[in-house]
């Protein structure tokens, strides 16, 4: 807008040095006199004109001061000698990975700690954060707009490293993460807080481990697995077992139960019944012999 201001006024400039040099420039003059002033005309008008687009803040600068009032989203008319910063106020997210181009910065960047028992971990992290609108003014003054790089990136790394040394390296890894993210969440919010941003949430993405500690793990997740294999499969043989104990106890009593309560004359009857169902098939003969009447069945097949 300014550059539009300052080329409509070199060309009311250059009219009337032309005017003044050369005569036969005379027919030259004013047009290029008007069109000056309608370039100054349309510089300043423009220049009283700011949009400031939506999940932005425009922060307000004349002459180099800062402006403690901000722009909210929409049209606005301002001084045409006010700068006007755009400044993002939705959810940004900042990465710091061990895998080439998944971070903010090139490269590996993970943070690397040291925990309490001595050992180096590597922590793949993410930051989720906003500016707070009404301190757009005051960031923009004492950091500028690569307010990132300046604050969310340092601190984020010094307060995990602050807190890793309160863990072991296991514990980071298993059963103290959540308490970690926990820890370091409520550190660097009181930190983002101080400068005007709003941390929204904090996401430990990885923790690797030594490999001297992972074998060391994964040996003992091995172990605790035999573990539980080798009680189930105990349980099961106990089942097992306790079912065989039952299930010959059952034998034995029905055992006892029918050699107690059968007579002679009882099982003579159910002889001679099982002895007539064999009697009415088609194929059998029926010879008595014997002197208990105990009957021999032949068969024609």
Excluded: C, W
Excluded at 29 to 36: A, D, M, Q, R
Excluded at 145 to 153: A, L, Q
Excluded at 213 to 233: C, G, L, R, W, Y
Excluded at 271 to 289: G, P, T
């Amino acid at each position: 807008m300014i550059l539009t201001s300052i080329l409509g006024f070199i060309l009311i400039v250059f009219s009337f040095i032309l005017k003044a040099g050369n005569p036969s420039f005379f027919k030259l003059v004013n047009p290029l006199k008007y069109i000056g002033i309608l370039i100054v005309l349309l510089g300043v008008i423009s220049s009283l004109f700011v949009q400031v687009s939506a999940g932005n803040v425009g922060v307000k600068s004349l002459f180099g001061e800062v402006q403690p009032t901000i722009l909210e989203s929409g049209l606005h008319i301002v001084n045409p000698l006010m700068d006007v910063t755009s400044f993002d106020i939705q959810t940004q997210n900042y990465t710091m990975s061990a895998l080439n181009e998944e971070g903010a910065k090139t490269g590996d960047d993970a943070i690397r700690v040291l925990s309490a028992d001595g050992l180096e971990v590597v922590i793949d992290l993410t930051v989720l954060y906003r500016v707070l609108p009404t301190d757009a003014p005051i960031i923009y003054k004492k950091l500028g707009v690569n307010y990132s790089d300046k604050i969310v990136r340092p601190v984020t790394r010094t307060r995990i490293r602050d807190n890793a040394v309160f863990y072991d390296a296991v514990a980071l890894y298993s059963s103290k993460r959540e308490e970690f993210q926990t820890r370091i969440y409520t550190s660097i919010e009181k930190d983002f807080k101080s400068r005007g941003l709003i941390l929204e949430q904090l996401l430990i993405r990885n923790i690797n481990l030594p490999n001297s500690v992972k074998t060391t793990i994964e040996s003992k997740i091995n172990a605790e697995q035999e573990a539980q294999k080798m009680t189930f499969v105990l349980q099961k043989e106990k089942q097992e077992a306790e079912r065989k104990r039952v299930e010959a106890q059952g034998i034995a009593d029905y055992q006892r139960i029918i050699s107690s309560g059968l007579t002679d004359k009882q099982l003579q009857y159910e002889s001679i019944q099982a002895q007539l169902e064999l009697a009415k098939s088609q194929n059998s003969k029926v010879i008595i012999m014997g002197g208990k009447n105990t009957p021999f069945i032949i068969s024609d097949k």
